[in-house]
């Protein structure tokens, strides 16, 4: 009998196994900044340290580096990590999964967390959640993206297939923010900005 796949599992095979197709739309040299990064780095010392959660091919990454950040890009999908690497050989990404980070506390200004969280069953979020704080310096930032809605699963229809997504409602995202201990700064629902969808856009602040 087969070993049934954990969500994380079955969204990195899914990622493998069509990443041609997500590489085509994020691994261009025609790079948008999103701006809810925008946002963030706008809250950021010159020159901090950034964590890139769950990077993929690098491109915000390579961006920021380009701003002058200290950064680090962690992703669990190592096709999307090579491409990083083909494209920019020394830049700082790691194979790591999100639940078991690899750094010290207090080390990161900034953590910019965009469609990575959404990949997890709600319960571990929350633990990642606080997790993230204590990873970050006080008075540091988060900003994250998550899909917006109810629903939790691996949908039928989807842009690739396979992959397991928990969508988040205002209400609940805020509860389980403020419960980590994180100070919203914003919640905001956007439509087809960077991504399609409907999608969320937290930045929120450690304590000091």
């Known amino acids: 009998m087969a070993k049934r796949l954990t969500p994380t599992q079955r969204t990195v095979q899914a990622y493998e196994a069509h990443q041609d197709l997500y590489l085509q739309q994020w691994n261009t040299r025609t790079f948008k900044v999103p701006p809810h990064l925008t946002a963030l780095i706008a809250h950021v010392p010159k020159s901090g340290m950034l964590l890139d959660l769950g990077c993929g091919p690098g491109q915000d990454t390579r961006y ?3 701003k002058g950040f200290h950064v680090y890009g962690v992703d669990l999908t190592w096709s999307f990590l090579q491409a990083a690497k083909i494209r920019a050989p020394r830049l700082p990404v790691m194979q790591a999964d999100m639940r078991r980070l690899p750094f010290s506390p207090h080390v990161f200004d900034g953590i910019w967390a965009a469609a990575s969280v959404i990949h997890l069953p709600k319960a571990q979020a929350r633990t990642l959640l ?3 704080l204590t990873l970050t310096k006080p008075g540091g ?3 994250m993206t998550v899909m917006y809605g109810r629903e939790v699963g691996v949908p039928q229809k989807q842009w690739i297939a396979g992959r397991y997504l928990a969508k988040w409602h205002k209400a609940e995202l805020k509860h389980v923010v403020q419960a ?5 700064v914003s919640i905001e629902r956007v439509k087809h900005q960077e991504r399609k969808g409907d999608w969320l856009n937290l930045l929120a602040t450690r304590p000091d």
């Open 141 to 143: 930032w988060l900003a």
């Open 130 to 132: 606080r997790r993230l």
């Open 64 to 66: 920021l580096r380009r």
């Open 180 to 184: 980590a201990a994180w100070n919203i």
